[in-house]
């Protein structure tokens, strides 16, 4: 397989464009295109950008709360690509990272390692925001693939897999990112009144949870995805 088949897609907010230089296909893609007039929308097409609005199924209109995770709910829903993946508008798969790739793994970032707790960063890099204590909830009401004593744990290590970002065959990548919006579903169900309360940086309550899910899953993974290779790759960040 070489680089070019791995089909890329850049989440993009707002003004944002992506400043890839990958030797994958990258597709650019324009978040939150819901809420965009019709004529800017038309414009971004002609211009080559794929909207997370495009065809019957997506929440592009949920994104201020969702953020990429609009996105990649579009990729699980209407993309078919053999070998597809995301990424951030600064954030790109290293190109030598890209090949040798396996038809049976898929690829997230290589891990964060912080000085104090996935439940401790969360607290101070989001002050007044109840997550951890709402993903506890949803782990003891079993909405969660793992147990609450399991999603403890995570939280108070260190090891952050947070770069909602994979890459990887088609039905793998549609595998881990599916179970991560099946966790968030429940949690956007029964607090959503409160979440859109929410002004400023912090609006972004469903996607910052979900980083702190995923490394939960993925410190799981044998108990969440068995029998699926995961492997991390390199990343670097666009200046």
Not at 8 to 26: D, N, Q, T, W
Not at 106 to 117: G, H, L, T, V
Not at 121 to 146: R, T
Request: charge should be neutral; charged fraction near 20%; aromatic fraction near 12%.
């Amino acid at each position: 397989m070489q680089a070019k088949d791995h089909h890329i897609y850049v989440m993009c907010h707002g003004e944002h464009k992506p400043r890839h230089f990958s030797l994958a296909s990258v597709h650019r893609m324009k978040l939150g295109a819901e809420l965009l007039p019709n004529n800017e929308q038309l414009k971004l097409i002609e211009n080559n950008w794929i909207l997370d609005n495009q065809g019957l199924h997506h929440i592009s209109s949920q994104n201020k709360w969702w953020s990429e995770l609009t996105g990649i709910y579009w990729l699980v829903n209407n993309v078919a690509h053999d070998f597809i993946g995301n990424a951030q508008y600064r954030r790109q798969w290293k190109n030598e990272g890209l090949v040798p790739s396996r038809k049976d793994t898929i690829y997230i970032p290589e891990p964060e390692k912080f000085a104090f707790s996935i439940a401790h960063q969360y607290s101070e890099g989001h002050k007044g925001m109840d997550g951890i204590e709402v993903a506890l909830w949803a782990a003891e009401k079993n909405f969660l693939p793992i147990s609450k004593e399991d999603l403890e744990r995570a939280f108070n290590q260190n090891i952050f897999f947070g770069h909602i970002m994979a890459r990887g065959y088609h039905a793998n990548y549609c595998k881990i990112m599916q179970t991560l919006l099946d966790c968030m579903w429940p949690i956007w169900e029964c607090h959503q009144n409160k979440i859109k309360q929410i002004e400023g940086y912090n609006c972004r309550y469903i996607s910052f949870l979900s980083e702190r899910i995923m490394t939960a899953l993925v410190l799981h993974r044998d108990k969440v995805w068995p029998g699926l290779e995961i492997k991390t790759a390199p990343i670097e960040f666009i200046l």
